[in-house]
């Protein structure tokens, strides 16, 4: 069981470079989002879905596209990579409104971006 | 909207003594309360939640956590610290859509 797995782990890019940071989740969640962190902002929300289909935006969802065509996968997209959006970004899965749910966050290990 | 502080940037503790790291929240109706640990270049691992119930929340590796409505605070406790414990700790409450808003995180240092 792997649990939610994000490639690529390191990335560098140049300004207006446009990129797609992968992440699938194994567990049949239905719920899945993207959350980038910065030094001393914690975590924050860029997009998520609530099931395949389904997508919304966060709190920082500018310069980001996401899709959710099956359960298994939610890729984040940069279209236009600036140096602000250099980053650790998060992918988490978590189960949906059902009797699963504990509220609990399940995430992957992290894609380091750097846009020079 | 929903929203967590932490106010420490970092807590130092000596190896065997009981830390404590704070968090206070604001959100309009009953809270979900959640604590997470980050290792270095490692993803957030769950640690304990609070839902309802007793305000004691007993989660993974020894930790606990105090509920207190009055005061909107969630602190993060453990009767006696291991260097092991030294990490991020990330509070964090969820919003009636079951996404997660975050505090900024406090760094735990844990010296022999």
């Known amino acids: 069981n792997a649990g939610v797995t994000q490639t690529p782990k390191f990335q560098v890019l140049k300004t207006g470079q446009s990129m797609t940071l992968q992440c699938a989740q194994d567990?049949?969640?239905?719920?899945m989002s993207w959350y980038r962190q910065d030094p001393g902002m914690g975590l924050r929300l860029i997009h998520y879905?609530?099931?395949?289909?389904?997508?919304d935006q966060g709190e920082v969802p500018n310069g980001y596209n996401v899709s959710r065509s099956t359960t298994e996968d939610f890729p984040l997209r940069l279209l236009s990579a600036a140096p602000s959006q250099t980053s650790v970004y998060f992918c988490?899965?978590?189960?949906?409104?059902?009797?699963?749910?504990?509220?609990?966050?399940?995430f992957g290990e992290g894609s380091r971006l750097t846009v020079l | 909207a929903q929203s967590v502080a932490q106010p420490e940037d970092q807590v130092n503790v000596a190896e065997g003594n009981p830390l404590t790291v704070k968090c206070t929240y604001s959100v309009s109706g009953n809270p979900y309360l959640f604590w997470y640990v980050q290792y270095p270049n490692r993803g957030l691992q769950f640690l304990l939640k609070y839902i309802t119930g007793d305000n004691l929340v007993k989660g993974s590796y020894g930790f606990e956590a105090e509920f207190n409505k009055s005061q909107t605070s969630f602190h993060l406790k453990k009767p006696s610290a291991l260097v092991s414990d030294s990490a991020l700790y990330f509070c964090a409450v969820r919003d009636t859509g079951n996404m997660l808003t975050f505090g900024g995180g406090t760094r735990l240092m844990v010296k022999p």
């Open positions: 879905s609530v099931g395949a289909g389904i997508t």
């Open positions: 988490a899965s978590s189960y949906g409104r059902d009797r699963l749910n504990t509220g609990e966050l399940f």
């Open positions: 567990m049949n969640h239905e719920y």
